[in-house]
């Protein structure tokens, strides 16, 4: 026993002397920050550290000195602040991992993703804020940085200071997805699993349409069984001021077995609605497992309205329908901006699906419905559903229509992977559409899939009159002078349409291969009496910079690595791919 206690004691030694001398870059920031008397430190080491994540939420006040305030015209002045947004960057250096506050003058590097995980960068420049809410608990700040280059996939170390999961500054209680404010993100989000032991008394229940005749003369009611119908993407009305943990919004429509239906939500709306209070009290809601479901509860069946790709001519506009297809065209993931200067942001990407109806495809435009893991993963070949689609038709100037499809709020998408067990499986179209799949041939459709590039849907009308038939030229049009700075003001994938006029006085020709290249090197071409019939184009014109300073006490004027959404708006760019399907099919 004796030697085995001196086994242990040895090893004990061993892992403090190794702790003891670690070169932690972490540790010894720490330790010299906090020994200066401003709490702030310049760093002339060169020791990289990893991105291991990048985490938003939003600010407490926003910052006058902020771009997207400063920004605002008086005639703005009267509408609430816009919102602005924190950002928290786990770094690690090989020994230990910490999370600091990114300064927010440096949140136009997370903006444009220049600033990504996986990127290795040098602190140069850093301090020390102290929580004001907690007694003796602080965080580093991070005010200078250098990106030195990209490490791919990084490796969590161990936490030098402990934090819990939630963000640094300010008394939010959650994250937000980096790009948009629908999905779900975070711990609080995984799915708990459902309890079996579910026990429904049925003697207690009340029906919606009892309710619905009663409900101005009662506070309180017995409980309901309902089956939820349709369901809508979250509803994030988050605010500098709100001081709810979550404020998310939830919406269902759901049905019993009176024949009648009702909407819930975790608020409040304007229609007549039952309202489930999120506290005072708040509302009590068991979910009951499909294996647990009686027939004598005759709840609903979900009432689905597919259509084919050869119906779609004759249906009216602004009418909602479910589709099924197969997947032949997925266009990159775009952003545009829900109010003029502004942070928050919708989320689309346009998709070709074909039903073997026609020789023409389902044109689609998905909005992030709160379902990343789907819609993250769509991709050419796969079985696309999409439920509650509303008809857009648009007239052209030769006198036909343009005619698409586009999400509602109770859009839901499922692709292969996940259509098993789900409700639309039985639907007439959707067993017509299985048999249509098992006749064809994998590679006849491959060879005619596309992935990302530029899709300019709808078109524009070829002449600038119609162009801006609805709104007045001045509001239009965008000077040259102001165009260079609506580029810089593009965040990363940002999709945004401007009209200029000018003389053309120079074409400068990009190959499709070099798109992804800084063609700066590239002599325009005069544009001459006589005409041109060749072009010349660099065969190496990539500059590529090793190290980029950005500092907190000065704006530089420009990025130097583009955002992809500039990079690629030429054409549309398209470069083929080789998916192979997957054996599920949809049945």
């Given amino acids: 026993m004796e030697g085995t ?31 200066t008397s401003g709490l702030r430190l310049s760093l002339q080491t060169d020791q990289p550290v990893t991105v291991l994540a990048l985490e938003r939420y939003l600010a407490e006040i926003p910052s006058l000195s902020t771009p997207s305030s400063a ?50 960068v040098e602190i140069t420049q850093c301090s020390y804020n102290y929580n004001e809410k907690k007694l003796c608990d602080g965080f580093l700040c991070i005010e200078q940085l250098k990106i030195m280059g990209d490490v791919g996939t990084p490796l969590g170390q161990k936490e030098y200071k402990a934090k819990p999961r939630v963000p640094l500054k300010g008394g939010k209680k959650h994250y937000l997805p980096l790009w948009n404010n629908e999905d779900p993100y975070g711990d609080i989000w995984v799915e708990k699993k459902l309890s079996q032991d579910v026990c429904v008394d049925e003697s207690k229940l009340t029906s919606l349409s009892h309710l619905e005749m009663s409900w101005k003369t009662k506070l309180s009611f017995p409980p309901m069984l309902v089956k939820v119908l349709y369901k809508g993407r979250l509803r994030y009305y988050g605010k500098p001021d709100t001081k709810l943990d979550v404020p998310y919004q939830a919406y269902f429509e759901v049905a019993d077995d009176s024949d009648a239906s009702a909407e819930f939500s975790s608020e409040p709306l304007e229609h007549t609605e039952i309202s489930l209070n999120v506290r005072d009290p708040p509302a009590r809601i068991q979910i009951i497992p499909e294996s647990k479901v009686k027939k004598e ?9 597919f259509i084919t790709r050869s119906e779609l001519p004759n249906l009216p506009n602004d009418h909602a329908y479910d589709v099924i297809g197969l997947v032949k065209y997925v266009g990159r993931t775009e952003r545009t901006r829900k109010r003029d200067h502004g942070e928050d942001f919708w989320i689309h990407r346009w998709v070709h699906a074909v039903d073997g109806t026609s020789e023409e495809p389902f044109i689609l435009e998905l909005f992030a419905t709160s379902q990343p893991d789907i819609f993250e993963q769509i991709h050419p070949m796969t079985y696309l559903v999409c439920t509650q689609m509303r008809v857009i038709r648009e007239s052209v100037e030769s006198g036909s229509r343009t005619t698409y499809l586009t999400t509602s709020n109770e859009s839901q998408m499922f692709i292969t992977g996940w259509h098993k067990g789900q409700p639309y499986t039985k639907e007439t179209k959707v067993k017509s559409f299985i048999q249509w799949i098992k006749t064809q041939k994998e590679a006849y459709h491959m060879e005619k899939t596309a992935i990302g590039g530029y899709y300019p849907f709808p078109p524009v009308p070829n002449t600038f009159s119609k162009y801006c038939k609805n709104s007045k030229v001045e509001s239009v049009l965008t000077t040259i002078s102001e165009m260079e700075k609506e580029i810089e003001s593009l965040h ?27 063609a700066s090197g590239v ?48 054409y549309i760019v398209t470069r083929r791919v080789l998916v192979k399907r997957k054996s599920e099919t949809v049945g």
């Fill in 71 to 120: 920004t605002v015209s008086s005639s703005h002045a009267h509408l609430a602040p816009l919102p602005t947004y924190c950002y928290d960057v786990t770094i690690a250096d090989g020994v230990y991992q910490e999370k600091c506050l990114l300064a927010p003058e440096l949140n136009r590097l997370v903006h444009k993703n220049v600033l990504c995980c996986g990127l290795c």
């Fill in 297 to 305: 509860w005759k709840l609903p069946e979900i009432k689905y309205r």
């Fill in 523 to 570: 002599k325009p071409m005069q544009i001459n009496k006589e005409p041109l019939f060749q072009s010349s184009v660099s065969k190496n014109n990539h500059v590529k910079e090793k190290r980029k300073t950005y500092q907190q006490s000065r704006e530089t004027s420009s990025v130097q690595r583009s955002p992809p959404s500039v990079q690629e708006q030429e």
């Fill in 5 to 35: 206690e001196g086994v242990g004691e040895s090893e004990v030694v061993e892992e403090a002397a190794a702790a003891t001398s670690c070169d932690s870059w972490i540790q010894r920031t720490f330790d010299h920050v906090l020994s």
């Fill in 492 to 518: 990363y994938r940002e999709h945004k349409r401007i009209a200029i006029q000018g003389i053309i006085s120079a074409i400068r020709y990009v190959s499709c291969g070099s798109t992804s290249q800084d």
